[in-house]
Nanobody
Framework: QVQLVQSGGGLVQPGGSLRLSCAASGSIATSSFVVWYRQAPEKKLEQVARMNREMTTSYADSVKGRFTISRDDSINTVYLQMDDLKPEDSAVYSC?????????WGQGSQVTVSS
């Protein structure tokens, strides 16, 4: 069992930056992939960014060039750097790690972009 604990959400003005962290209780070095999702009120869950074991990344069109997914396997942590934030980025963001065919989720972090 792996537990994921998220941190780094909050309120930010448009154009600002936030970094979300997703810390795992065990090693994620052999994970198949790590993903960040978001869900805004009354909207579907959206995959925002994904990184596979080979460190290949992919992003939703809405965040390309503004968001960056990364991982530090030495401290079992996945990050989502969010720059040039827009009001439409406001949502609950959740991390997911797939490890040994098991899927683990973080608890979710609220990100609110507002002036």
């Amino acid at each position: 069992q792996v537990q994921l604990v998220q941190s780094g959400g909050g309120l930010v003005q448009p154009g600002g930056s936030l970094r979300l962290s997703c810390a795992a209780s065990g090693s994620i070095a052999t994970s198949s992939f790590v993903v960040w999702y978001r869900q805004a009120p009354e909207k579907k869950l959206e995959q925002v960014a994904r990184m596979n074991r080979e460190m290949t990344t992919s992003y939703a069109d809405s965040v390309k060039g503004r968001f960056t997914i990364s991982r530090d396997d030495s401290i079992n942590t996945v990050y989502l750097q969010m720059d040039d934030l827009k009001p439409e980025d406001s949502a609950v963001y959740s991390c997911r790690v797939v490890l040994d065919s098991q899927s683990y989720w973080g608890q979710g972090s609220q990100v609110t972009v507002s002036s």
